[in-house]
């Protein structure tokens, strides 16, 4: 009795290991829309992730750029910033304030697995995007050195 | 304050707890027992740690595993990918499966093949460990997942694969550890009541407390609608956090009828029955009653003595919390008082209520102590500055004075009541009263705790005086920095001599202590008997007085001879005066033979 519930159990697990690695590999990253908000959340996430900072800064919008150094950003959110190397970013939330698209994502990075459960740190952040010329701009976000906040992002308002 | 915040005390208390009694019960079995039969503690302590770590293993890689396809599934749109979590689930399963099925795959054998080694204490702490952390992991995450039911929060990826795993983990060894149940005794017993206790105690708290804050909401909601109070920062019923409060209550109920009502409900007279009765009555139901009705004391008393501020509808706005607190500390109580009295008869009763009203004396005690030592700490302060008692009409002493008012009124008729249950009884009967276990326990603990006030108290008093005194600054600023000190000490002086009273009272009713028996009179026995000889083994060393070594005889013509207070008598006697130093009593037709030797 024991032997086939080990047997069923274990095909089971065989079939969950198959089906994991099957989707996660199918699946991969969205394919978001060019010319939607999220888009271009995306590039800028990729872009500071692979610590592409030229690539980043090119899609910050212009009043961004005008009140805030990027160089400070760099420096002042070093810590966040590696918390994106090797961390799973999904799309929680996209919400509209005024002439500004806020976008949820939810951050997380899997430091390894202990033996009771993953160690995990997780977080969620806001980018607010805005139409510049056609072309969807990074205006605010988390990690903005602290004299830029309060002009250019009041996260979650 | 989220409900579950009991939930990791709970778990690491297992955890030490079934060390501790791991342990104690090993010993003891290594004391009683014969050599081990099975495959020895050193080669199945290995196997069942080396089991239980890479059990763990195994789970938390699956559960990451698991929990990526929750994700791929149920979760947003991925941004970016990573596929660290999903390596890390499959290189902890990819280790963990293999070691765990070796290392299993051989203890089961050699259970198969040696039926003894079922009733090996390493094996079950192994099962009811294992069905503890399912437990625990369960408990954590299914609130979770059914929050998410209920529409809070995001999807729980972790929470659902948590549960989805830990279930057939959990029900596994519950399964393995029932076939193996009626070849328990009576110290492995002891590892699956603790499991069975600790858990039914996991869910009553989960669901007491669930139930509480329920109420708690809807009672703050009725107060605001009736008074319009300011309740800035409390919530709607059935908002987010009545939601968990619910899901809390959930779980905590379907673990708790599981443990307590299923698992546990033929189990009778065990020890750690008992203390889970009593945790149950007494942490939660009097403690949690007696919370309860200080906060809807206070908050009239406070205001009747003006030690308010505020509008009533804001200074009132506790009461809600000590309403829920007192509800379910009453239904606490009233259903686990009531099991322990339909639990307990003749002999076992009579400790059992005693006990009970012992403790709640004690509390009771504890709250009217508590009371007075602030009386008196307020009233050196007073004494010790002159100017502070223009200032005793101010906000802040009228609240002293509040919460001191609603100690006694609660402290004093606790205390009386069951203080009184005890000393009626002991002026009728005291031969029997007087001498009761409970009893000593309770004057000697009062006397201890009142004694190490008693020092602490006077170390303090005498610190800051001689401090004062060398440096020559002995003012009425020193009287303020012995406030503290001297109310402590004459509390405990309060204490200390109605209860020293009552232990000298006490002595003198005790039967005088018998002849200690001289180290020279003791010797070495050791009682050959078939299995099932514990009990005959505990009569003679209770006659001897001294420790007796009971080793089984595992011959097919062994047999545990049958002998009458007499006989025990008439062997202890040959026991003594045997010339050797040491004696082996080996069963014969006519009871034991009496071989000494050196």
């Known amino acids: ?157 | 304050m989220t409900p579950l915040i009991i939930v990791p005390i709970l778990i690491q208390l297992a955890v030490i707890g079934a060390i501790v009694y791991g342990v104690l019960v090993w010993r003891r079995r290594a004391a009683e027992s014969g050599p081990d039969v099975g495959i020895g503690t050193p080669r199945r302590f290995y196997f069942y740690s080396i089991s239980f770590i890479a059990l763990m293993l195994l789970v938390s890689g699956i559960t990451m595993v698991l929990m990526t396809l929750l994700d791929e599934l149920f979760g947003g749109p991925v941004i970016r990918d990573s596929t660290t979590r999903l390596a890390t689930g499959l290189a902890l399963t990819i280790v963990g499966l293999p070691l765990w099925g070796f290392h299993w795959r051989f203890v089961q054998n050699k259970v198969e093949a040696q039926p003894s080694e079922r009733r090996s204490i390493l094996r079950r702490l192994y099962l009811y460990v294992s069905m503890g952390v399912s437990v625990g992991f369960l408990a954590f995450n299914g609130y979770k997942v059914i929050e998410w039911v209920l529409q809070v929060g995001d999807f729980p990826a972790f929470s659902w694969a948590a549960v989805l795993v830990w279930s057939p983990v959990w029900a596994y060894h519950w399964w393995t550890a029932s076939k193996e149940s009626t070849e328990s005794d009576l110290l492995t017993r002891g590892i699956s009541r603790l499991y069975l206790y600790l858990a039914s105690a996991l869910g009553i708290a989960m669901l007491a407390s669930g139930i509480g804050f329920l109420v708690y909401f809807v009672l703050t909601e009725g107060y605001s609608a009736a008074f319009s109070a300011d309740l800035t920062g409390s919530e709607r019923p059935f908002g987010d956090t009545a939601r968990t409060a619910l899901s809390v209550s959930l779980v905590g109920g379907l673990i708790w009828w599981g443990h307590w009502f299923r698992f546990a409900s033929d189990d009778r007279s065990s020890i750690l029955r008992w203390i889970y009765l009593f945790v149950a009555t007494i942490g939660g139901g009097t403690i949690a009653s007696l919370v309860g009705a200080g906060i809807a004391i206070y908050a009239p008393l406070s205001w009747f003595l003006g030690a308010a501020s505020e509008s009533a509808g804001n200074h009132f706005e506790d009461l809600p919390a000590g309403i829920a607190t007192v509800a379910v500390g009453i239904a606490l109580w009233v259903y686990h008082r009531r099991r322990m009295i339909s639990e307990s008869s003749g002999n076992e009763a009579f400790h059992v209520n005693r006990s009970y009203d012992l403790l709640i004396a004690a509390i009771g005690l504890l709250t009217v102590a508590f009371a007075s030592g602030v009386v008196l700490d307020t009233f050196f302060r007073l004494l010790s500055d002159t100017a502070s008692l223009t200032v005793v009409t101010s906000l802040q002493w009228r609240e002293r004075f509040a919460l001191i008012l609603t100690l006694y009124l609660i402290g004093i008729p606790v205390w009386l009541a069951h203080w009184r249950r005890v000393q009626l009884p002991a002026f009728a009967n005291p031969e029997v009263e007087r001498i009761a276990l409970p009893r000593k326990l309770y004057v000697m603990g009062v006397l201890c705790l009142g004694l190490l006030a008693l020092v602490g108290g006077a170390s303090s008093t005498l610190f800051f005086f001689l401090r004062d005194l060398l440096d020559s600054e002995l003012s009425a600023d020193t009287l303020s920095d012995l406030s503290t000190g001297l109310a402590v000490v004459l509390t405990a002086l309060l204490v200390i001599p109605y209860h020293w009273v009552i232990y000298r009272q006490d002595r003198e009713l005790e039967p005088d202590e018998p002849e200690p028996v001289a180290a020279s009179a003791s010797k070495p026995v050791t009682l050959l008997t078939a299995a099932g000889g514990e009990g005959l083994a505990a009569r003679v060393e209770s006659t001897l007085g001294y420790r007796v070594t009971q080793v089984n005889w595992p011959d097919p013509d062994a047999f545990v001879p049958t002998l009458s207070a007499e006989q025990i008598e008439l062997l202890s006697e040959q026991v003594t005066s045997a010339p050797g130093t040491s004696v082996l009593l080996v069963p014969d037709a006519n009871g034991f033979r009496v071989i000494s030797y050196n």
Request: proline share 3%.
């Open chain 1, 1 to 157: 009795m024991e032997r086939y519930w080990l047997i069923g159990g274990g095909t089971l697990l065989g079939l969950l290991l198959i089906a994991s690695v099957a989707i996660s590999v199918s699946r991969g990253e969205a394919d978001f829309d060019p010319g939607s908000p999220e888009f271009a959340v995306q590039q800028y996430v990729r872009a500071l992730a692979s610590e592409d900072f030229d690539a980043a800064e090119a899609l910050w919008s212009p009043s961004l750029k005008e009140d805030c150094s990027f160089e400070a950003f760099a420096l002042d959110a070093g810590r966040d910033l590696d918390r994106l190397s090797e961390a799973r970013i999904t799309l929680e939330e996209t919400r509209v304030v005024g002439q500004t698209t806020v976008l949820t994502v939810d951050v997380v990075r899997t430091n390894g697995g202990g033996i009771f459960g993953p160690s995990e740190y997780e977080r969620s952040y806001n980018f607010g995007v805005r139409e510049f010329e056609g072309e969807w701009r990074i205006n605010g976000h988390h990690w903005l050195a602290d004299e830029c906040v309060s002009s250019h992002f009041a996260p979650g308002t």
